[in-house]
């Protein structure tokens, strides 16, 4: 069996290293191109790129394979079980709010995917020092020694990723995947939700679509967009609980 997990964007893997030691098992972290991993040449950074490489890292990993993700993560997570039940035990997610057709685009992500918009204010991530980007991460909740890791990786090659996968996901994008929300069904999922994410368009479109798509439900309350960095403990019992009930 393995456990992996998906992080999102702008993030690295080190927001679930403490959530991961408090598992108290074995795990793996599928870091995207261009986020904490290399970006080959000529990789596709749009969603569809993305989904297709996260199929071909599952595929490689020895099953069953329980799929966990956050932010971005999520979304690839929720359409690799769409796509490809067969290559997973079970997924969680902590976005399935953001394919209910209320969603819409938080500010930042409306910026990158506007022309010139995007490009300078993936320009003034780059270039800011990494200390300055630290604190913005640590102003939104991200505990300060995690934002000073993901912060060293905001760099350039972040920003050319960033871009072309925002712009290949302007609405309706997730409207139309949420159209098919029930076949996330095929397999055990389970929907986090954090009441006071920012990000992900609030409790209710989340508790809707985790109905539709047959998953569970954990309701973190009062708990922000980086829950597992804050919660680890806590994020770790809501998994491990869930996976123990599928034997």
């Known amino acids: 069996m393995t456990i992996a997990f998906v992080h999102g964007v702008p993030e690295t893997a080190d927001i679930w290293a403490a959530l991961r030691a408090e598992m108290g098992e074995e795990t793996v972290t599928l870091s995207k191109p261009g986020f904490g991993a290399p970006l080959p040449a000529g990789f596709n950074c749009m969603a569809d790129g993305y989904l297709d490489w996260l199929i071909g890292e599952v595929s490689a990993l020895p099953g069953p394979v329980d799929l966990i993700g956050h932010d971005w993560g999520g979304i690839h997570v929720v359409r690799l079980v769409m796509a490809r039940p067969d290559l997973v035990r079970s997924w969680v997610s902590d976005v399935v709010g953001v394919f209910d057709p209320s969603y819409r685009w938080h500010d930042l992500a409306q910026a990158w995917q506007t022309p010139n918009a995007g490009e300078q204010a993936v320009a ?10 630290a604190a913005q991460l640590a102003a939104a909740h991200m505990p300060a020694d995690v934002a000073a890791k993901v912060a060293a990786a905001m760099n350039a090659e972040m920003g050319r990723a960033i871009l072309p996968l925002y712009r290949s996901a302007t609405q309706p994008f997730l409207a139309r995947i949420g159209e098919r929300a029930e076949a996330a069904a095929a397999r055990p999922g389970l929907a986090i939700v954090a009441t006071e994410d920012a990000y992900t368009g609030g409790a209710e479109p989340a508790l ?39 034997g």
């Open 208 to 246: 809707r679509m985790a109905e539709r798509m047959g998953a569970e439900v954990a309701v973190l309350e009062g708990e922000s967009h980086w829950w597992m960095a804050n919660q680890p403990r806590r994020g770790a019992e809501i998994i491990r609980s869930f996976l123990q009930t599928l």
């Open 124 to 133: 003034m991530m780059a270039a800011a020092p990494a200390e300055m980007k």
